[in-house]
């Protein structure tokens, strides 16, 4: 079955990039159809959708993230990956990547979830 995997760092300093990989396997990023998302959820709160990339490429943003986020993908790897520019306390939160067919661009409805990884934002 389709498992992703969560990785970077747990700590990052305020004004630096946050960046994060999900590792896909038991399927490809690039099977036609098929979105790849960032989601997180801070502490005390509810979850935020973050951006989605395709399978074929294309990209969608939170327009109230957009400025400050890119979403990408190695399809060598069967990977993508976010990067979160200009990071303050307010980003420290539990990040999560999910998959799925179709596109979708809220906190539910996929089928393949991470476990998630806590990053912290401080000095």
């Known amino acids: 079955q389709v498992q992703l995997q969560e990785s970077g760092p747990g700590l990052v300093k305020p004004s630096q990039t946050l960046s994060l990989t999900c590792a896909v396997s038991?399927?490809?990023?690039?099977?036609?159809?098929?979105?790849w998302t960032w989601i997180r959820q801070p502490p005390g709160k509810g979850r935020e959708w973050i951006a989605v990339?395709?399978?074929?490429?294309?990209?969608y943003y939170n327009p109230s993230l957009k400025s400050r986020t890119s979403i990408s993908r190695d399809t060598s790897k069967n990977q993508f990956s976010l990067q979160l520019n200009s990071v303050t306390p307010e980003d420290t939160a539990v990040y999560y990547c999910?998959?799925?067919?179709?596109?979708?661009?809220?906190?539910?409805?996929?089928?393949?979830w991470g476990q998630g990884t806590q990053v912290t934002v401080s000095s």
């Open positions: 999910a998959g799925g067919p179709g596109l979708r661009v809220g906190v539910q409805g996929y089928d393949y």
């Open positions: 038991g399927g490809s990023i690039t099977t036609s159809g098929y979105s």
């Open positions: 990339i395709r399978y074929d490429g294309s990209t």
